[in-house]
């Protein structure tokens, strides 16, 4: 099991960029496969970038491909989520979550999770 802790979040103008970040414990980022979901109120949690646990492969939803650069610090134990342009529609609670070894983008497949950090975009 993976303790985590999401920060990084705010307020912040469209166009505008944030960095997240995910520090683990209990177990190494680099030992499992670890994502960035959120969610917005009155809709279900969606996937937005991942990163695999042996090679570090990235992927990313349509909706922040360009945008968003999924990263891991193996020394500092910690996820990043940098979001570069954006957009009103991406206000949401964002969440990083750990999936062992299997590379998905479903959540129910994620078994560890932190308790969200707020992200706000104003236009």
């Known amino acids: 099991q993976v303790q985590l802790v999401e920060s990084g979040g705010g307020l912040v103008q469209a166009g505008g960029s944030l960095r997240l970040s995910c520090a683990a414990s209990?177990?190494?980022?680099?030992?499992?496969?670890m994502a960035w979901f959120r969610q917005a109120p009155g809709k279900e949690r969606e996937f937005v970038a991942g990163?695999?646990?042996?090679?570090?492969?990235?992927f990313y939803a349509d909706s922040v491909k360009g945008r968003f650069t999924i990263s891991r610090d193996n020394a500092k134990n910690t996820l990043y989520l940098q979001m570069n342009g954006l957009k009103p529609e991406d206000t949401a609670v964002y969440f990083c979550?750990?999936?062992?070894?299997?590379?998905?983008?479903?959540?129910?497949?994620?078994?560890?999770w932190g308790q969200g950090t707020q992200v706000t975009v104003s236009s």
């Open positions: 209990g177990r190494t980022v680099s030992s499992t496969t």
């Open positions: 979550a750990a999936a062992g070894r299997k590379t998905t983008t479903q959540a129910r497949e994620f078994n560890d």
């Open positions: 990163i695999t646990w042996f090679r570090g492969t990235t």
